[in-house]
């Protein structure tokens, strides 16, 4: 199908975007790489008014290194940073999801930002960013919002961006000297939505572990996060176990909830014995 | 709304509504038909082309988007009728049947040529071609022409 009309605004500067996006109010959408927004606007299950195109606003693109955190521009594509070996020295389990993330003509276009807004269940960026306890910056006419990504994501295609507001900027952690990072998913075909994904890192002591796919939002694994209670099989075994217990999982026509909390232990068990040993 | 771009080296400039999707650009437009429209959803990787160097799914980006960019389409591949080394590969190999999908992974696999990271091994080549969806060949013929491709 094709997309219902719409008029199309390309600023050049963030301020301009703002401008834009609070003139136009709920009927405005910004779109950077298109790649979840242009698939629902083809099968009109949106039909934004305005489209505010941000690819193109220097200020958006790339990341650099602040301190002992990195700030990640929302409209960096995810080929550039997949392609980049400082980033990857610097956020190594976002380098790991992002080869997961979509086909290379996918990424090519789609950026960090736009997955993150769109907030599909099972995405590997909102994935990461749970697990590292990403801060998110958002900013509208009325100024700039910072929220822990925790706050941010809502539920499934749910996520807290108000209209006219305008997200910015990721911030992550910068991974210390001796973190271990694993990232697992099963997906039916290479680069598609994982069935089910998990992503952990630790260092030193602590544990960070999520699970994506499962439920609506990156469930965190908090009983997963001491690293001494894990290393016996047996033990950790109880302590996957545990951790899934209460969970009741997301069931579609591509795996039923049983095999969603089966396939959540299986990851579960490959990224704690990768980190842990 | 006033678009200006390079499509396969000739300068083009057109007036286009915003909502016309590039894939439709290049063919109803520029008559490039080469270009395939499968899904239009960016599942089915039959409509990828190469725009500043870069395989996209044209389905997903809007004509407008592609102002002021290089974009190459497969008519680019042989210009004077003789088949690109890649394309060569693909018919000795039977490496399409239909051949409907065969544009969208040529041009994958061409910008990647373009800055020398084409698959070299089986699993890189499937990886690769996780982006096209092909019905017909199985996808190992295809597997051999592009290792046959690269050496």
Known sequence: MKPAAFEYFRPASIDEAIDLLDRHGEEARPIAGGQSLVPTMNLRLATPAVLVDISRIAALQGWRRDG????????????ALLGDSGFAAAVPLLAMALTHVGHVQTRS???????????????????????LDAEIVLRGAR?????????????ALATDVAAGELLVEIILPVA????????????????????????????????????????????????????????????????IGR???SVTPLADLHASGD??????????????REVLT | MKLACTVN???????????????????HELKLTGTNV????????ACTVIVDGEPVRSCLMFAVQADGSTVRTIESLAPDGRLAPLQDAFHRHHALQCGFCTPGILMTLIALADRGALPRTEPEAREVLSGNICRCTGYQAIVDAILEGTR
Do not use: K, N, W
């Open chain 1, 109 to 131: 276009r789609g950026t960090i930002g736009g997955s993150l807004v769109h907030g599909d269940p099972a995405a590997e960026i909102g994935l990461v960013a749970a697990t």
């Open chain 1, 68 to 79: 002992d955190v990195v700030r990640i521009g929302a409209a960096t594509r995810q080929a």
């Open chain 1, 243 to 245: 951790e899934l217990a």
């Open chain 1, 259 to 272: 095999y969603r909390r089966h396939l959540a232990a299986v990851l579960l068990e490959d990224c704690l």
């Open chain 2, 38 to 45: 499968g899904c239009e959803m960016g599942v089915c990787g």
């Open chain 2, 9 to 27: 080296g000739e300068p083009v400039a057109a007036d286009v509504p915003p909502r016309l999707l590039l894939s439709d650009f290049l063919r």
């Open chain 1, 143 to 155: 100024g700039e919002r910072r929220l822990p990504v925790r706050d941010f994501q809502l539920g």
């Open chain 1, 176 to 239: 210390v000297a001796g973190t271990r990072c694993a990232f697992r998913e099963l997906a039916r075909r290479r680069g598609d939505f994982a069935l089910v994904a998990v992503a952990a890192q630790r260092t030193y002591d602590r544990l960070a572990v999520c699970i994506g796919g499962l439920e609506a939002v990156p469930r965190r694994c908090t009983g997963l996060s001491t690293r001494l209670a894990l290393e016996d099989l047996d033990a950790r075994a109880d302590a």
